[in-house]
């Protein structure tokens, strides 16, 4: 007799993200959304926000304290990008790292940006940056044969120390996540 659930590993969170790609298909470009209402800052997970760029928690992280960094104007290319944009893109990547490192004691990182939908962009239209904060020993097998990720914290966790803690190390934001 076989176990009818050997086969199955449960995600329900899974739908949450499934469901959010045809919501964006319909309303459009969720940065651009973000971008537009900064009165929802808090329900987004948007961390801070500078005269031209955002930082933003990924909803469906590959760690712990996945955050992307996005030009408020929606540009898909890094020559779109104005020299002061450029400029500010990546200091708000420096100190993004720079907030990681001490939020989640982060051991390593992976900073990067996907062009195109066959590079892994999941929205091609609006350059973002990501940073993912890597830990030794944190590849396990759970994502290679279960095809799942293992985030330890919530996202409304972590986002209320992130912007607690961006305020104390003087970068950009918003002390207690509260809308600035």
Request: with cysteine; aromatic share 8%.
């Amino acid at each position: 007799m076989t176990n009818e659930f050997h086969d199955n590993l449960w995600a329900p969170w899974r739908m949450e993200y499934i469901q959010s790609l045809a919501e964006e298909a319909e309303s459009g470009c969720f940065l651009c959304n973000y971008r537009d209402a900064p009165e929802t800052d808090d329900e987004n997970h948007v961390v801070w926000r500078t005269s031209d760029v955002m930082v933003v928690m990924n909803r469906f992280p590959y760690t712990n304290g996945h955050l992307l960094i996005a030009p408020l104007a929606h540009k898909a290319d890094l020559h779109d990008l104005s020299d002061d944009e450029m400029r500010n893109i990546w200091w708000q990547t420096r100190d993004t790292k720079t907030l990681l490192s001490e939020a989640v004691g982060a051991q390593g990182f992976n900073i990067g940006i996907n062009f195109g939908r066959c590079a892994g962009a999941g929205l091609p239209g609006h350059l973002h940056i990501h940073v993912v904060p890597r830990w030794n020993g944190d590849t396990n097998y759970m994502a290679v044969v279960g095809d799942v990720r293992v985030i330890p914290q919530s996202l409304d966790r972590l986002y209320q120390r992130l912007c607690e803690l961006s305020v104390r190390l003087g970068l950009p934001g918003k002390a207690g996540g509260s809308p600035s």
